[in-house]
């Protein structure tokens, strides 16, 4: 049974940063393209960060420069630095794979940017 399990969100001020953790189970990580996605609930679910089996990244331009994905495939982890967050990050935070699969998305994890 795959499984994703999120983690690492919080309250934090603008400017700030946090980092996000997505633990998975039951699947080859290490063949698949991941992803970082967030909703609000104004929103749709959003596509945040994008990185494939062989390292190569992408990022929704809201996020460019601020937010750095990367992947431990030791570990079956991938991660989301996020730098200078500002209050529209606020969103609860998700990794599937990309593209996403609906049966696989987990509880996800709280951020909340606020001064």
């Known amino acids: 049974q795959v499984q994703f399990v999120e983690s690492g969100g919080g309250l934090v001020q603008p400017g700030g940063s946090l980092r996000l953790s997505c633990a998975a189970s039951?699947?080859?990580?290490?063949?698949?393209?991941v992803a970082w996605y967030r909703q609000t609930p104004e929103k749709q679910r959003e596509l945040v960060a994008v990185i494939s089996s062989g390292l190569s990244t992408n990022y929704a331009d809201s996020v460019k420069g601020r937010f750095t994905i990367s992947r431990d495939n030791a570990k079956n982890t991938v991660y989301l630095q996020m730098n200078s967050l500002k209050p529209e990050d606020t969103a609860v935070y998700y990794c599937?794979?990309?593209?996403?699969?609906?049966?696989?998305w987990g509880q996800g994890t709280q951020v909340t940017v606020s001064s």
């Open positions: 039951g699947i080859r990580f290490n063949i698949y393209t």
């Open positions: 599937n794979l990309h593209p996403s699969v609906a049966r696989y």
